[in-house]
């Protein structure tokens, strides 16, 4: 029986362990509830890029001169679900790339490509584990070190939550930004009552 316990244990361990590489379709928690940062996310559904916005913690340090692009990627079975309905699943998980700006590269002589990675961020919906923040929580794989593999969630004081809750056009997320999803939640009724698309935070 010591035998047949040590291989229960062993084999969540090696689960867990596999888990945490294996390709992931939204978030994946360690056993100490961190968030496990996906690396086949760049084969998620892309959403949409952006350049030199200024909205939430990733415009820190930005400059006009160097503006970072920002890549939005969500898991593709919550993509599915928003199509179909317009709202997002329990369990939907968001990557924010940032990378930086170039110019003059290669044969370009004119506008501004992508260059290395920045900073990756993610938002997570997950209506139990978040009971607290409106089933949303916010995270950031940064370090002084670059990117960490798993993190807690930002602190309920960071100002994300407060900017989510109060400027976005669909639940917590920014469809606004998004055309296609922009003119499905339109179409099935799901853009916030209280959305301005002319308020400034």
Known sequence: MKFAGSVVVATLV??????????????VFSPS???LRPQNYREWVFLTSGLGMTYGPAAEGQSRQSPFFDNVFVNRSSYEA???????PDKTMFILEGRRSLDNVSINNGGRTQGDRAFIEAAVKDVQ????TGGWAYF?????????????????????????ANNTAVENTFVQF???LFEIARQKGTVKATYDPNKKP
């Open 14 to 27: 090696l689960g867990w362990s596999i888990s945490a590489q294996q390709p992931a379709n939204g978030p």
């Open 33 to 35: 509830g961190e968030l």
């Open 82 to 88: 928003f199509v179909k309905d317009g709202r997002w």
């Open 129 to 132: 584990r978040f009971k607290e």
């Open 140 to 164: 950031s794989f940064d370090s002084p070190n670059g990117l960490v593999n798993s993190v807690k969630p930002l602190p309920m004081t960071a100002p994300c939550y407060a900017c989510h």
């Open 178 to 180: 998004y055309p296609e």
